[in-house]
């Protein structure tokens, strides 16, 4: 068996020396802080992704150098495992083990460790592809990366500036190259082809819908989205803004998914561009978010997002199932959390099986496999379509009786061809979400009028320790501190259609209240008086009591 190269570990991992006083955690996201802070972990990150391969025999491995929707001077990174999913969960703890030895004696130690527990064979190639999206911090980072790589030898591959979707992508078309499941092309042409060809083929023969506005929240989705906008010509007409990429501050700052959905607001830059009734979206600052909005004829705001889009798009996946002759064998289901509307999940679960998880990608994305079909979406816009090894085959191979089982059928392979079914993909659903429109002829305003959003409100209570919030239930109650879910259950009855819940972040130091209602006024109430429960409970800092709740 091979040995770790200790001498190249130790002279690399010397460069590369761990802040004393910091606490390194991979969590939902990845590793994400300052970026300033993250030399080391980006190094250490580097040599895990290089063990990762090496475990699963060489496969290729992903690592995307991104903080999403967070303000510029944060940055981050996550592996991403063979088929193009969220790294294993058991390999987080390793990954935050090795983040925080504190020394290169002690990391070496932890390696050393991780390679007989996990029993790699270091024998085997390491392969690993990697991108950064257009972040100032990101270069650097990605130096300290490929020294890792070069620690412990790994074949690694630079994707250079690109959205985490595309590196999602990349990771599984180059595992599945010259196998029957071959996913595209491993380069980001081949991405680009692959998901305008299908649209293209989709809305043949229909009428071009009206140009769509796209703020690419000045990350790098403004340059995907340019590309992308060159493949596919008239079909789709993309405005591009908020393009900014350069602009030191300008990342996500005001603008992108994160802003609309929080804020509940256009982003300012769009107010005198966006004209009554026009289509707009926003995407995330690493491009795997997507929410939707227009102004009505008042110029009143109204946002569509991923429960929404959801709502569409399984609706419309329903419809050509059927009229594809097969409802009886397929079943199309959808995955939600906490964090969906109430209305959503009314809407929905009136129409087909709906599943409540825990907050983040990969609880959805598990859940979603087990349906023949499954839609997931975060209320955030982060979500796709999964088809199972099954229903792909059973799509491929189907003989349809009538002519219209047959276009229906093509539809539907041509869907399971747009959707990046790797991960979430901001431009892949918009493409899937013009598609639907096309075909329905809606506008923003008949989508919309899907189902009625109940108000809510979501905010943030900031504690002294978010650890002695625990829920259950899909966080849908809380089981410790004991005694306050009793609390809430007593406020929430007071509220027509009120819901309300509590959980504590993965990604800040904060506890998250929810609450929605009939009325802004009451969704808004019921917030603030969990929030004050919450509050009491924990002893938070009364200076902070209660104006900064909503
Ligand atoms: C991360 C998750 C996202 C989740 C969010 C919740 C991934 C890739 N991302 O961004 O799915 O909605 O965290 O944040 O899993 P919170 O725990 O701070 O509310
Ligand atoms: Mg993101």
């Not at 809430?488 to 990604?507: C, K, N």
Request: proline residues 5%; negative net charge; aromatic residues 6%.
């Amino acid at each position: 068996m091979a040995e770790l190269p200790l001498e190249a570990l130790r002279k690399l991992s010397d460069l590369h020396p761990k802040p004393a006083n910091l606490h390194f955690q991979y969590g939902t996201a990845g590793f994400r802080t300052l970026g300033s802070t993250m030399d080391s972990v980006m190094f250490r990150v580097g040599v895990l992704a290089g063990l990762r391969s090496k475990k699963l025999d060489g496969k290729t491995i992903g690592v995307m150098v991104t903080a999403s929707h967070n303000p510029e001077p944060d940055n981050g990174v996550k592996l991403v495992d063979p088929r193009g999913e969220m790294l294993e969960a058991s390999w987080e703890v390793h990954a935050t083990t090795l983040a925080n030895a504190p020394t290169t004696e002690a990391f070496i130690e932890a390696l050393s460790t991780l390679v007989k527990n996990a029993k790699i064979d270091l024998s085997k190639p390491a392969r690993v592809v990697y991108a950064r999206d257009t972040r100032p911090s990101g270069p650097a980072l990605v130096a300290a990366l490929e020294d890792g790589f070069k620690a412990i030898g790994v074949s690694a591959r630079n994707a250079e500036v690109t959205t985490t979707p595309v590196l999602h992508y990349l990771v599984k078309a180059i595992n599945t190259k010259g196998t029957k499941d071959e996913y595209g092309e491993d380069s980001e042409e081949g991405y680009m082809e692959k998901l305008s060809s299908a649209f293209k083929k989709l809305v043949a023969g229909k009428v071009s819908p009206p140009p769509l506005i796209v703020d690419c929240a000045n990350g790098v989705g403004a340059r995907a989205a340019a590309k992308l906008s060159d493949y596919l010509g008239d079909s789709l007409k993309l405005i591009l803004h908020n393009t900014a990429t350069t602009t030191p501050g300008a990342l996500n700052n005001a603008c992108g998914a994160d802003f609309v959905k929080t804020s509940q607001k256009i982003p300012p830059s769009l107010v005198s561009i966006l004209k009554p009734g026009q289509r707009a979206c926003s995407l995330d600052g690493d491009a795997d978010r997507l929410i939707y909005f227009y102004l009505d004829d008042r110029g009143l705001f109204h946002m569509l997002d991923g429960d929404k889009i959801a709502a569409l798009v399984a609706a419309f996946i329903v419809e050509l199932v059927k009229g594809a002759g097969l409802g009886e064998e397929i079943q199309v289901g959808v995955v939600q959390t906490a964090y969906a509307n109430g209305a959503s999940t009314k809407y929905l679960a009136d129409r087909l099986p709906v599943t409540c998880v825990s907050t983040g990608v990969k609880h959805l994305h598990h859940a979603a496999e087990r349906y023949d079909i499954g839609v997931y979406f975060e209320a955030n816009g982060h979500g796709t379509v999964l088809f199972s090894p099954e229903t792909t085959e059973k799509l491929n191979t189907h003989q349809p009786s009538t002519p219209a089982q047959s276009t229906a059928l093509g539809h539907l392979v041509n869907l399971t061809r747009l959707i990046n079914q790797t991960v979430g993909d901001a431009l892949s659903d918009m493409l899937l979400v013009e598609v639907v429109l096309v075909y329905k002829s809606y506008s923003g305003i008949e989508w919309d009028s899907l189902y009625h959003d109940l108000p809510n409100r979501l905010v943030k209570v900031v504690v002294p320790d978010r650890n002695i919030f625990k829920t259950e239930d899909a966080e849908r109650r809380l089981i410790s501190p004991p005694g306050l879910q009793q609390k809430i259950d007593e406020l929430v009855r007071r509220y027509e259609f009120g819901r309300a819940f509590v959980r504590p972040s993965g990604t800040e130091d904060v506890v998250r209240v929810y609450a929605e209602a009939t009325s802004r006024a009451q969704a808004d109430d019921l917030a603030y008086r969990v929030a004050g429960l919450v509050y009491d409970e924990a002893g938070g800092d009364t200076s902070r009591r209660p104006a900064e709740f909503l």
